[in-house]
């Protein structure tokens, strides 16, 4: 069956430093890999789309790599804040145009100390 | 642009009784989901419409669970019969056509408490 990894365990970074999420995956191949932010009580907000012929995709201060053949995605925070404290989902998507949903991972959540 | 509503944001209910929830997606999107989150674990796809048609549904969806969306507007996701294990938050996502696999937007959930 399909299987989505992420750091099980909190990720605590100091303020300023680089955050380097993990996603693994087996038993997939998609398209379209998504990450999102959820913070507590509340739903997640997208991120960022990178598609499976992509190798690198920035935002701002985000960065997501995808990797077909390890089968796996970073994402990174640079310059990290308190504010990016909140858990992160990576989720993947088929080329089914939308109607296979998205398969999410149990996300990490991080933490950026002051 | 308001984003996705749900409604409620809260409820509890007790063991057996029937739940209804609703969403309302962002306006000119013509795909809505429903997902389930429990502590500890991301969402979980449950149902699928296009416009008002239901194109996808999880095995997670028994047949206690029933999904609507009339006239490709809002959205009611029914729970008959409810059990402990059907506690989680519900969410609702949208996301527009016809670009396809963009991102989803999501609303707050509604989170269940079946006692």
């Known amino acids: 069956s399909q299987k989505i990894e992420q750091n099980s365990e909190a990720l605590n970074i100091q303020e300023g430093k680089t955050a380097t999420l993990t996603c693994n995956y087996t038993?997939?191949?998609?398209?379209?890999l998504q990450w999102y932010r959820q913070d507590p009580g509340r739903g997640p907000v997208f991120l960022l789309l990178i598609r499976e012929n992509e190798k690198e995709k920035r935002k701002e201060r985000l960065k997501v790599t995808f990797d077909t053949t390890l089968k796996q995605s970073l994402f990174h925070i640079t310059a990290s804040q308190p504010a990016d404290s909140a858990t992160y989902l990576c989720a993947l998507q088929g080329s089914g145009g939308g109607a296979d949903g998205l398969t999410f991972g149990k996300g990490t959540h991080l933490i950026i100390q002051p | 642009d308001t984003g996705v509503s749900q409604d409620p944001r809260h409820k509890i209910t007790k063991r057996g009784q029937n739940v209804t929830f609703r969403c309302d997606p962002i306006?000119?999107?013509?795909?809505l989901y429903w997902y389930r989150q429990t502590l500890g674990q991301g969402p979980e796809f449950l149902t699928y419409f296009q416009n008002e048609a239901q194109l996808e549904k999880s095995r997670l969806l028994s047949d206690r669970f029933s999904a609507e969306r009339p006239k490709g507007s809002f959205s009611t996701l029914e729970i008959q019969r409810t059990e402990q294990g059907d506690s989680a938050m519900y969410l609702c996502?949208?996301?527009?056509?016809?670009?396809?696999?963009?991102?989803?937007?999501f609303g707050q959930g509604t989170r269940l408490t079946v006692v």
């Open positions: 996502a949208s996301s527009p056509t016809p670009r396809m696999n963009t991102e989803a937007f």
């Open positions: 038993n997939y191949s998609p398209a379209y």
């Open positions: 306006s000119e999107h013509n795909r």
